[in-house]
């Protein structure tokens, strides 16, 4: 007996129902990008290591898949390093290229190679799958998509926020609603400057950050476990205890960080987009000041994003904020930009519990043609081909098989109209066109019967 198929662990395969409902997901983002004048590119699944690796981090080095170089690939490797069994080494002989991990390290790449080509700013999006070699479990996969907007070429604070108008764009149209986040790199570098405690920014936004969990008093003692004195702790009350609107919230922070020039000129930068985007009427969802998001530190420098939906308990479902030098890594730099990512598998995971897909993103086939035999099908196939330049997504079964089986398969695929010609339709130069979810059936022309489905 054959042995079932299986696919690898941290993998899917998609339905034909999940596969509309990310296509609906893909093309609303999508659409909002190239309303903002962004550019789809394309990179290769492969990059060689030399691109990816060191750029991760050690642990990211080691997440990273390799692929095996073509031919005889044991042609460089000795019997003494084969001996040793040294992976890193061997892989390092063995392997010359590897599945991408990110979007973002084949961007740099790109805008280096592509660099006297491109027109700059460039506005960028790219929608692909990456992998890593992580362990799978819930809400992990080995291999993800992930759908990446970043503008560089620009120091320009109003790309931040255009790119906060885009998320706002895409929630409203999915019908979701969000809470925008933000928060600046060069805030949280000022207050860990005026107290003293530049390497703590991290261990003070977590303790911060579970301030309405376990109250005042214990942030504090947690602060001090991490090692901050009483005297630094003492000047993190006012940031700790931050409240008000986010006006109220810019003014105090700037008096806690008057004395910090990088503090201020974030500030000053986060003032600016809030002031912006508060000058537009038609942003539909809340943005936020929040001092607790700390994301990224390792490569923002200005402003960072987080999206979190209000209706449902998921983590964050968008992320991103301002870096200073993306093709640094490759020998160019002072290029700067600032981009978001979309959580894909996430977004899914909010509309399908807020059942929020439009009807005619999710329904394939509108109408089905029955096959009665050869001279209705020769009949029907006229009008097969007007509904379809109608616009109308259009089948007809290819088996003059019983009715029965014919309905059935209606039923199954969700298609809301049939139609049907017999002796009688045919003798009238008509149709009749059954609504499947009410029942009801009407003797059409073939125009009434595309008026009707449209």
């Known amino acids: ?38 550019q789809q590119i394309e990179t290769p699944a492969m990059e060689t290591l030399g691109t990816l690796m060191g750029k991760y981090g050690e642990e990211g080095d080691k997440l990273l898949f390799k692929v095996l170089n073509s031919g005889d690939y044991l042609s460089k490797v000795t019997s003494e390093e084969l001996a040793e069994r040294n992976s890193l080494h061997l892989a390092a002989k063995l392997c010359e290229k590897g599945l991408r991990y990110d979007l973002t390290v084949p961007f740099a790449r790109y805008v280096v190679m592509h660099r006297e080509e491109l027109q ?8 692909q799958p990456v992998w890593r070699a992580d362990r799978p479990q819930k809400g992990r996969y080995r291999e993800f998509w992930q ?123 986060i003032r600016f987009i809030l002031n912006t985007l508060s000058s537009l009427s038609n942003l539909n969802n809340q943005i936020q000041l929040d001092l607790t998001l700390a994301r990224g530190l390792n490569y923002y420098t200005g402003a960072i994003f987080e999206v979190k939906a209000l209706d449902v308990q998921i983590g964050s479902i968008l992320g991103g904020g301002r870096y200073d030098n993306l093709t640094g890594i490759f020998g160019m730099p002072g290029i700067s930009g600032v981009g978001i990512s979309f959580g ?32 209705e099908t020769a ?57 499947m979810l009410t029942g009801e059936q009407t003797l059409v022309t073939p125009e009434e019967l595309i008026a009707q489905i449209k």
């Open 120 to 127: 700059l700013p460039f506005k960028r999006y790219q929608m």
């Open 147 to 269: 759908f990446d907007g970043d503008i560089v070429g620009s120091d320009s604070l109003l790309n931040e926020v255009e790119l906060m108008q885009i998320v706002d764009t895409v929630f409203t149209r999915f019908g979701v609603r969000v809470l925008i986040k933000i928060n600046n790199r060069k805030i949280l570098s000022g207050i860990a400057e005026v107290i003293g405690a530049a390497d703590k920014i991290v261990d003070i936004t977590v303790a911060i950050d579970k301030l309405d969990k376990i109250g005042l008093d214990n942030v504090n003692a947690e602060l001090r476990e991490d090692g901050l004195s009483e005297e630094q702790i003492e000047k993190l009350q006012p940031i700790i205890t931050l409240e008000g609107s986010n006006d109220e919230k810019l003014q105090t922070i700037a008096e806690v960080l008057k004395d910090s020039e990088t503090g201020q000129k974030g500030v000053e930068e």
């Open 344 to 375: 894909i598998d996430r977004i899914f995971d909010v509309l399908n519990a807020l059942d929020c897909y439009p009807k005619d993103a999710v329904i394939g086939t509108q109408l089905l043609f029955i096959n009665f035999g050869e001279k």
């Open 1 to 38: 007996m054959a042995q079932k198929p299986s696919i690898p662990k941290g993998t899917r395969d998609f339905s034909p129902m999940e596969m509309a409902k990310r296509n609906y997901i893909f093309d609303t983002i999508k659409q909002a990008y190239q309303l903002y004048g962004f």
């Open 379 to 435: 009949y029907c196939l006229p009008f097969v081909a007007q509904a379809r330049a109608a616009g109308i997504r259009t089948e007809i079964f290819p088996d003059a098989a019983k009715m029965k089986k014919q309905m059935s398969y209606a039923n199954a695929k969700e298609i809301p109209f049939v139609a049907l010609a017999g002796e009688n339709e045919m003798s009238q130069g008509r149709l009749t066109l059954k609504n």
